[in-house]
């Protein structure tokens, strides 16, 4: 993949971080190698990427229509809880790690579902789903916020609004 800078990407799977400069540094005292530098958009930090590994740990942004289809197929898809939070773990990690958003999507969806189910029952979501959920709507609302020009807090509105 060919980077520039300013460029945003996805970082392991759960950051949206902005392309900064190529440097050299030696980090493990054996020699200087090629880095780019990473900037998260919500830490105050720079990441350094070896070059050799930049193409496994950075993903780049789902186009604006690939997206927007994954969104308009949620209105026809259903969601259903299979109550398998082992197999949804599996399933979201492997997901963040491929950067694949229809599978980050549809664990979101079966979360979501879980959630409705365990509170008719009067009992509270499984931390790992809860967190696994935080985490991919973070992820979610980021990337639509870059990619559409709108405030995070404005996603949630946004994508109820294509699928109505």
Known sequence: MNYTKGQ????????ICSIGEIVKRNFDGEG???YITIN??????????????ADDA???????????????RMKTETAQSRG????????????????????????????YMEKLNR???????YKMDKRNFELAKKLIDSEI???????SSEV???IRSKVK
């Open 32 to 34: 200087e190698k090629d």
């Open 156 to 158: 949630e509105a946004f």
């Open 40 to 53: 998260p958009l919500e830490l105050n930090t720079t990441f350094y990427v070896p070059w050799d590994k």
């Open 8 to 15: 945003y990407v996805i970082y392991s799977g759960t950051e």
């Open 119 to 125: 509170a008719e029952s009067g009992k509270q979501l």
């Open 84 to 111: 398998n939070t082992e197999s949804r773990n599996i399933n979201f990690r492997d997901a963040l790690k491929e950067g694949n958003h229809e599978v980050i999507l549809s664990v979101m969806s079966e979360i």
């Open 58 to 72: 950075l993903k780049p942004l789902m186009p604006k229509e690939i997206l927007l289809e994954l969104i308009e």
């Open 145 to 151: 916020s870059i990619l559409f020009g709108i405030e």
